[in-house]
């Protein structure tokens, strides 16, 4: 397995001999500046039990793949251990493991959503790119992650879902627009 150091490396290098060989496609920063914004205010907006949004979305556009937009929150606001709070209960870690696979699910629906919203503002960006819409999710040492992934990435192409959104596709459409991975 590859650490992420060597990922890394490897995704720019990989980014840089496709930027290198694709003619170049302006995407004005503007816009990226603007699919951000969007991404933040439904980050904020968040499910019932809401999660910690840990900054702000950052977008790039890399011609000839597309735009990645990322982000890092916490699936759900928990108490950490201080002075006040020594340790935690096995009833506070169920509670918690439950309230973050809920609230992953609300997490994926978001994603698409951003997506759904990018691939509207992003006219200046060819079609057959992909957007891909990225959350590093936070954990505290001492939960249960059982099922829970640390990164989650939710892709579609661009022109594929401004179609779909258009023609105001099926719930069933749309969700077959997307590629979802997860890693632990």
């Not at 907006?45 to 982000?71: E, I, K, M, N």
């Not at 997506?115 to 959350?135: D, R, S």
């Not at 992934?149 to 105001?168: F, G, I, M, S, Y």
Request: aromatic letters at 6%.
């Amino acid at each position: 397995m590859l650490s992420n150091a060597v990922r890394v490396a490897l995704v720019l290098t990989m980014a840089a001999a496709a930027w290198a060989q694709t003619p170049k496609q302006a995407i004005p920063l503007t816009t990226l500046k603007e699919v951000e914004k969007a991404t933040n205010a439904r980050l904020l907006a968040g499910p019932a039990d809401p999660w910690s949004v840990l900054g702000d979305a950052r977008s790039t556009y890399l011609p000839g793949a597309g735009t990645v937009v990322t982000f890092e929150l916490a699936l759900v606001n928990l108490t950490p251990i201080t002075p006040f709070h020594a340790s935690i209960s096995q009833e506070e870690k169920r509670s918690a493991h439950d309230r973050k696979v809920k609230n992953l699910v609300a997490l994926k629906v978001a994603m698409r959503e951003m997506i759904a919203h990018a691939a509207a503002a992003l006219t200046a960006m060819p079609g057959n790119e992909q957007i891909t819409v990225e959350a590093f999710l936070f954990n505290f040492n001492w939960e249960d992650r059982a099922g829970l992934p640390d990164r989650l990435t939710v892709c579609a192409n661009r022109q594929k879902v401004a179609d779909a959104v258009a023609r105001h596709a099926s719930a069933t459409e749309m969700a077959s627009l997307f590629e979802e991975r997860s890693e632990q």
